[in-house]
């Protein structure tokens, strides 16, 4: 896991040299250009190979890789063969966000959402692949290059008080916001006026970078009078509009907002107040439909005391209240009115996969369908994702068990709602995180979901799956010591199948190594892989910007 990296004189990879993998090892932080290096992928196309399946076997899976390894930072490598015959049929760049830089001087992260955000670009044209990654360049990234150490709040970490002043001074920085964290290391889309956005939430870690060159260029500043410092680390967006949700701390609750492409101001669409609970539900995603946004209440709720606490809980900024009850409200995007809210089974997600309207024969909205990546309402799984944890895989089975989570929310004002699986988990490894949808069926009915799924005993997803939500079926790429992250589907120009496209994953393989892989949407065969000339870390979500946009 931890093998020692050349220095370079280019920054981005100088700061991922020291990354990870080695708690207390100085990192080497300075560089002359910051500016990402494009590097040619070696790249092959393959047929078969891949474990495509009705249900992972169980075999041992790898270690997380939380440390590049073999970067060359700044030299040339060959120019690639071809991805020869992508499905995708078009030109364009796969982006991938996420968590990769975890070691400070002496000072070693705890926590897989602690690490500064690293970017990853694929560039595919005319049958090749060129890539490369950067740092994002956020004030909290910067400030902690400067002075070796944590200078603003991260997931689990906080600055270290020098004394008491000093810790009434960060109690006043955290109420007012400007001690909480920018480190934009979670999501990344494309906006409708192709701005790519990179996203966190804190309100302010919203920050746009160039898919290119992956240059930081500046924050997203957001012109209205919303307020608010935490959002969905998931906004819903489309080439039109921008969805998101604000917690509301104070007056425990949520707003909705929404924001027309090519405004940085979001408009108040309405309220919905909290049931139950001291506080608002963890609000990590949430889906829509095409007439309404589903507000979900989670018994995982924020903490004011936890917020302020130096080391963290189990729960980190959360506490478990399942007697608060649990919830799903429905708001039309049009009137800003709540239509519906009812009590749910207690659960616990961090991903939302999408909603649709149930219609009856005469074409009336009966329900809403959501559903979500939902871990059986076991909280364990946020401890679960420490980096001692991660790091040190000992065959033992310790992934939490997961489900595609099927909410059915009744709009004939009935009181409760339903919440049950929507396949046998078990087709897909009792592991489930990470999905991506064909873009033109969010807010829709919809049959195929990508995701990342399990094949025990493991202790993180180690699989690709596909699943077919009218057959009830997954199937499943699985590679021996190979860690993929969320596979992102791209539709083929033209497409009228849901699932005629490609699905496309940056994989860490047992070697160490690191690989863009291409899978057929339909088939779930592999077709290409690009390699990196140097391993990379985990990474979490994805976005496809198209050459000509």
């Known amino acids: 896991m931890n093998p020692t990296m050349s220095s370079s004189s280019l920054c981005t990879f100088a700061a991922l040299a020291g990354a990870a993998g080695r708690p207390g090892r100085r990192a080497s932080q300075k560089g002359g250009n910051k500016r990402a290096v494009a590097q040619p992928l070696a790249a092959r196309c393959r047929h078969g190979g891949a474990t495509c399946g009705r249900g992972p076997a169980g075999t041992p899976g790898g270690q997380l890789p939380t440390t590049p390894r073999g970067a060359q930072g700044g030299r040339r490598h ?65 400030a902690a290059r400067e002075h070796g150490k944590v200078c603003y709040r991260e997931f689990s970490e906080v600055p270290k008080p020098e004394g008491f002043m000093s810790l009434v001074g960060q109690i006043a920085k955290l109420f007012s916001g400007s001690s909480l964290t920018d480190n934009s290391n979670t999501g990344v889309v494309r906006l409708g006026d192709g701005r790519v956005l990179c996203l966190t939430e804190t309100v302010k870690g919203s920050i746009v970078v160039n898919p290119d060159t992956l240059d930081t260029v500046s924050k997203f500043e957001y012109e209205d009078k919303l307020g608010g410092l935490i959002h969905s680390a998931h906004p819903i967006v489309n080439d039109n509009e921008f969805w998101t949700l604000i917690p509301d701390l104070i007056r425990p609750g949520y707003v909705v907002a929404k924001m027309d492409a090519g405004s940085n101001e979001r408009k108040f669409v309405g309220r919905v107040d909290c049931r139950g609970g001291p506080a608002p539900g963890w609000v990590h995603s949430f889906p829509v439909t095409d007439n309404y946004v589903v507000v979900p209440e989670m018994p995982l709720r924020y903490c004011a005391a936890n917020l302020l606490r130096a080391e963290p809980t189990p729960l980190y900024k959360f506490q478990w209240h399942p007697e608060s009850g649990s919830y799903m409200h429905v708001m039309c995007k049009a009137s800003g009115k709540v239509v519906a809210s009812v009590e749910v089974p207690p659960f616990v997600t961090f991903h939302y996969i999408n909603a649709y309207e149930e219609k009856d024969e005469e074409g009336r909205v009966t329900a809403i369908i959501a559903d979500c990546c939902e871990h059986n309402a076991d909280t364990s799984i946020l401890d679960k994702l420490r980096l001692h944890n991660l790091r040190s895989f000992t065959g033992e089975d310790v992934l939490t068990d997961a489900r595609v989570g099927r909410f059915r929310i009744p709009l004939d004002g009935s009181p409760i709602g339903e919440l049950e699986a929507a396949l046998d988990p078990e087709e897909h490894g009792r592991g489930m995180d990470m999905c991506s949808i064909n873009p033109d069926r969010v807010g829709k009915e919809y049959r195929y979901a990508y995701a990342c799924g399990a094949q025990r005993p493991c202790n993180f997803p180690n699989t690709l799956t596909k699943i077919d939500l009218v057959e009830k079926t997954a ?22 199948e849901e699932d005629d496209g490609v699905a496309i994953s940056m994989v860490s393989a047992k070697d160490g190594s690191g690989y863009a892989l291409v899978l057929d949407a339909k088939t779930f065969q592999e077709v290409a892989r690009a390699k990196f000339p140097y391993g990379l870390p985990y990474g979490l979500h994805c976005c496809w910007v198209p050459r000509d946009k």
């Open 78 to 142: 060959r120019p690639a063969r071809g991805v020869e015959e992508c499905p995708a049929g078009e030109d364009g760049t796969y982006l991938r966000n996420g968590p990769g830089l975890w070691d400070l001087g002496d000072y070693g992260f705890r926590h897989l959402f602690d690490g500064y955000a690293t970017l990853v670009r694929v560039s595919f044209r005319d049958g090749h692949a060129v890539g490369a990654h950067r740092q994002i360049e956020s004030e909290a990234y910067k």
């Open 475 to 496: 199937k499943n790429w699985y590679e021996e010591g190979a860690v993929p992250s969320e596979p992102y589907f791209v539709p083929r120009p033209g497409a009228v």
